[in-house]
């Protein structure tokens, strides 16, 4: 598995935070570039971006206060592991306003390590350094549901953070 260059600065509004590169996103060499993942549109249906991004536009997000990292920085073929320690490391040092992340998968593992409870979709009331931490449902493709802990839609979530971000 290939480890993307996070897109990361000082200050940031939201840092989204994956479990890991997908295969296809690595192989293309930008963040979310998977046939069906909705991250771009979603992030420009909750007006995160004045403007519809398309993968290969990944490292611009800074301009909008956004940024992107992922959790398995401790990457081989047969046991991706997830760097909490240093994910947490990066934000602290970062500083994001929110850090959201893109799936319960991921919030899970984190909130486990940190000793947290299991988490629901939606703000927590437990901060990552100075953040404060949102969890999204997962904008994969293969995450195509009626039901999303209580709302039909995935964008509703997505632009309950935004309004926070503002």
Request: net charge negative; aromatic share 10%; glycine share 8%.
């Amino acid at each position: 598995m290939r480890v993307l260059p996070e897109v990361l600065a000082p200050g940031l509004r939201v840092v989204f935070a994956a479990p890991a590169v997908g295969e296809c996103a690595a192989d293309r060499g930008h963040y979310y570039a998977g046939p069906g993942n909705a991250f771009w549109q979603l992030l420009y249906e909750a007006e995160l971006t004045p403007q519809l991004l398309e993968a290969n536009q990944d490292s611009t997000v800074q301009m909008y206060g956004v940024g992107l990292a992922d959790v398995v920085r401790d990457k081989d073929d047969t046991d991706p592991r997830f760097d909490v320690a240093g994910f947490v490391a990066r934000m602290e040092r970062h500083e994001p306003r929110w850090v959201a992340f893109n799936g319960k998968q991921v919030a899970q593992a984190v909130a486990r390590e940190l000793g947290h409870p299991r988490p629901a979709l939606g703000p927590l009331d437990w901060r990552i350094g100075s953040a404060e931490v949102f969890v999204l449902p997962s904008s994969s493709g293969a995450n195509r549901r009626r039901d999303y802990d209580g709302r039909p839609r995935r964008i509703d979530w997505w632009r309950e953070l935004a309004d926070y971000v503002r």
